[in-house]
């Protein structure tokens, strides 16, 4: 397998759901995705993914956008771009880049399945193994592409305060 094409550099890869976030990191070579934890969405979320970034010294952060296996975009991929707009913003300069995440919970579903995680031991980690697809995916394609995977999120400017004027 060729490694060349793959940037040096630790990568975050997060899945973020609607109760929960699955953060995934890579090693420095790029080469493997694995688990690091769930986050409970909400106040405080991006303080922690901000945290982990300086922790682990992350070169760009991988954020799964749910797409329809047509390739639409609905409302829950609409709140995901919300989401990485808001994390592209607080962790400037580091990249954040948005990444078709087509049947990662799916496949991660089925690999916890197969290894035996049942019910709710397999709920508390679905979200942390939908990260680790998210990011092996984005890993894979570099590797094949020589390219940075996804699409990349350029933080909006902050908006002027225009009151007292």
Aim: with cysteine; glycine share 10%; hydrophobic share 40%.
């Amino acid at each position: 397998m060729n490694t060349t094409n793959v940037r040096h550099g630790v990568r975050l890869g997060i899945d973020p759901g609607e109760a929960r976030i699955g953060v995934a990191t890579s090693d420095p070579t790029g080469f493997l995705a694995t688990p690091v934890e769930t986050l409970p969405r909400g106040p405080g979320d991006l303080d922690r993914l901000a945290a982990l970034v300086a922790e682990l010294d992350v070169l760009e952060v991988l954020v799964g956008l749910p797409v329809s296996m047509s390739g639409r975009e609905g409302p829950s991929a609409g709140r995901v771009r919300e989401f990485a707009d808001q994390l592209a913003g607080r962790l400037a300069p580091v990249a954040v880049r948005l990444c078709d995440e087509r049947l990662s919970t799916v496949s991660a579903e089925a690999q916890l399945r197969d290894r035996g995680r049942k019910g709710r031991k397999r709920r508390a980690v679905v979200d942390q193994a939908a990260a680790v697809v998210i990011l092996q995916h984005a890993l894979d394609t570099e590797r094949g592409t020589g390219r940075a995977p996804g699409q990349l999120v350029v933080p909006k400017p902050p908006k002027e305060d225009t009151q007292g004027e």
